[in-house]
């Protein structure tokens, strides 16, 4: 089974940085896409970033210019590091890819700007 596991969420104060990572498990990141999520206060989830086995990334346009996703192939992770934090990235984030179809979830890692 596919599993997802996020870490490195926290307090951050506006303007800091700040890197996620998620281990993977019966998965090889750098053969699949992987996507990070993102479900902000009383909102639906939305994409981040992309990244794709030929190492194309994508981003939202809230954060591309400030956020770089990508993987450490030795040890099967996948990072997401944050950077001019704003409050309105607090969020639960989510490691995400899609196997036969079908999409496997993290359970999300908590980061809260502060102003």
């Known amino acids: 089974q596919v599993r997802l596991v996020e870490s490195g969420g926290e307090l951050v104060q506006a303007g800091g940085s700040l890197t996620l990572s998620c281990t993977a498990a019966?998965?090889?990141?750098?053969?699949?896409?992987m996507a990070w999520y993102r479900q902000r206060p009383g909102k639906e989830r939305e994409f981040v970033a992309q990244?794709?086995?030929?190492?194309?990334?994508n981003y939202a346009d809230s954060v591309k210019g400030r956020f770089t996703i990508s993987r450490e192939y030795n040890r099967n992770l996948v990072y997401l590091q944050m950077n001019s934090l704003k409050p309105e990235d607090t969020a639960v984030y989510y490691c995400?890819?899609?196997?036969?179809?079908?999409?496997?979830w993290g359970p999300g890692t908590q980061v809260t700007v502060s102003s």
């Open positions: 995400n890819t899609v196997r036969s179809g079908n999409p496997y």
């Open positions: 019966g998965i090889i990141v750098s053969r699949n896409v």
């Open positions: 990244i794709t086995p030929g190492s194309e990334t």
